[in-house]
């Protein structure tokens, strides 16, 4: 047995292999920070808006360049109010809006948000992944079709399908 394992430490030592004790050591795990085109988070809610803008897509840029108009100004502000309202380490309460072209600042990580989808509030909580996107992405406005069993006069062969 002692040669197999001297045999083992050899081919480990000649192909810089660990030892198995040396494997099943717990490794820390390392998580990735989050960046948005190359800017972290700290650096992003430390930022002003016009250099928010020079990140942003072509499409975002132009619309924060025509100017934030009343209702996505008073949004944010309701988002303020929240945010102060909560304690620390709680959720802020929900914030209701219909306003679904509204893009994600950096400003709004952190609040949930009700975005209206023709029907109900869905609430969302804004992570930092969201910049840069559309509230209405988050919020579906159609319900995902589940194909089932074919009904009746669906085709000519379904009229020989059993009724449950």
Request: aromatic share 8%; no cysteine; net charge positive.
């Amino acid at each position: 047995m002692s040669f197999l394992l001297s045999k083992n430490a050899i081919i480990a030592s000649h192909f810089k292999l660990p030892f198995a004790d040396e494997q099943t050591a717990p490794r820390k795990r390392t998580f990735r920070k989050f960046t948005y085109r190359g800017v972290e988070l700290e650096q992003l809610l430390d930022m002003s808006s016009e250099q928010f803008m020079d990140l942003v897509h072509a499409r975002a840029r132009r619309r924060f360049q025509r100017g934030l108009k009343r209702k996505p100004m008073g949004l944010i502000k309701k988002l303020r109010a929240a945010k102060k309202a909560a304690t620390p380490g709680e959720r802020p309460e929900v914030v209701k809006t219909h306003l679904r072209d509204m893009i994600i600042v950096p400003e709004m990580i952190g609040s949930v948000i009700g975005i209206y989808n023709g029907k109900t509030f869905n609430q969302v909580e804004i992570k930092p992944e969201m910049t840069g996107h559309y509230l209405g992405e988050f919020s579906i406005t159609y319900k995902p079709v589940k194909h089932g069993r074919p009904g009746i006069g669906a085709t000519h062969s379904s009229k020989f399908v059993p009724l449950k």
